[in-house]
Structures are given as C-alpha cells and as structure tokens.
C-alpha cells in the first residue's frame, strides 16, 4: 500500500472549517483513500473514503485532486467534539490498514 | 445494532504470563482483523480471520496468535509477555468484501506488562 504523508498537528476554530491535506504520491489506480479518525481512549472511527471522485457524508468531504496524488479532508463546521487524531490511509489489500502518524487537530472554543 | 465488543477493556499482567484477549464482531461481520497500538503511534496490523483461518499477518512474532469461532468472534493470545508488548489493542471487523468495505473498530483492550 502507498505511503501517506500528513502534518503532525494542527489548531481549529470551533463553528469553523478544517481542512486536512494529506499526500500520496505514490498511489496506484486501484488504491481507495480513507479517512479515519481517533478520539482520545477510543478505537479508530471511520469517516469517509474515495477513489476518483469528490465524496459526501453527514461528517465531511473528501476532495481527491485530479492526479491522485493528494487529498483533502473537510470537516465543515469544527466542534470541539472534533479533537482527534486523523488518519489518511490509501489502501488496497483486503482488511489491511497501514496507519501513519495522522495530524493531531485540536479543536479551540 | 451493536458494535465490535472487545474484553476486558483493562488488562495488568505480568512479564512471562500469558494473556488472551475476546473480541465480537459487528452483527453481519465475518472477517476480523487485529492490531496493536503502543502509545503515541498509530495501529499496527497484527493478524486477520476469516473462515476461522488467518488470511494475512503482519510483522509480529510467533508469540502472538489467534483464533476465530464459528459464530465469527475472535481471540487474540500472547504468550511470554514482554514489557514491550504493553498497548491498546484493537479489534476490526469488516464483510469480506474488499477495500470498498470499511472496518469497523472496536474500543480496544489496554493490556498493561509490568
């Protein structure tokens, strides 16, 4: 699976929009990237993934560039509920997930 | 509709004992995975079941294995417990189905060696 490369922490304004950037150049056409997150004490909370193109849900937005090489994770309205680690993954084997560091987000009132 | 369940969510053992650990899998889950996770870093893969076979492992020693029941649950076990072994380790579970089936984790048991 293709490495990930994410800042290893960074602040938000809580009602605000974070954005998470996370590079993988190295993807190949048939790698998905996910977007996990760890809350403090609590197993890995799956957020969203993507394979081409731009995806939705009720927690966030994923923006994959048109190469591939990198992407953005949205959350669109930060609560401090927010604070967690987050981890950007590509991945292509079955069932396993090879964690970076993640960016460590930190929520501020 | 419950969640991966993972026991005990606390654990204190001694160095050279042996511990197993339990994990239930979310409901229509028949895949599970483990990890590792030491404080500070992210999840390391440790084994996957399915069929009650493992299917793939991961960079850890003979001293760690598994089993899977045929109601899907898994046990991860280790034996001669090292220090070193001390983390958070994490049951997943997934459908088999292929990288556009995210796993679903459970809270993890934090196995203390002392």
């Known amino acids: 699976d293709a490495k990930t490369t994410q800042p290893p922490s960074m602040d938000c304004a809580e009602g605000r929009a974070a954005n998470l950037p996370c590079n993988h150049s190295?993807?190949?056409?048939?790698?998905?990237v996910y977007w996990y997150r760890q809350i403090h004490s609590q197993g890995p909370q799956y957020i969203i993934h993507?394979?081409?193109n731009n995806e939705t849900n009720e927690m966030a937005s994923l923006i994959i560039t048109e190469d591939r090489k990198s992407s953005t994770l949205i959350l669109p309205h930060a609560t401090l509920r927010d604070t967690a680690v987050y981890y950007c993954?590509?991945?292509?084997?079955?069932?396993?997930?090879?964690f970076g560091g993640g960016t460590r987000v930190l929520v501020k009132p | 509709d419950a969640g991966v369940t993972q026991s005990p969510t606390h654990l204190i053992k001694t160095r050279g004992q042996q511990v197993t650990l339990r994990c239930s899998p979310k409901?229509?889950?028949?895949?599970v995975s483990w990890y590792q996770q030491a404080l500070g870093q992210g999840p390391q893969f440790i084994f996957q079941?399915?069929?009650?076979?493992?299917?793939q492992r991961g960079n850890f020693p003979d001293r760690f294995s598994g089993h899977q029941f045929p109601n899907y649950s898994s046990e991860l076990n280790v034996n001669a417990l090292l220090l070193g072994d001390s983390a958070l380790y994490l049951c997943?579970?997934?459908?088999?189905?292929?990288?556009?089936?995210?796993?679903?984790f459970g809270n993890g048991t934090r196995l203390t060696v002392t």
């Open positions: 993954i590509v991945w292509a084997a079955v069932n396993k997930l090879t």
């Open positions: 993507g394979l081409k």
């Open positions: 079941y399915y069929e009650e076979e493992e299917r």
């Open positions: 409901s229509g889950h028949d895949t």
């Open positions: 190295t993807i190949s056409g048939n790698e998905y």
């Open positions: 997943a579970s997934s459908p088999l189905g292929g990288r556009n089936s995210p796993l679903h």
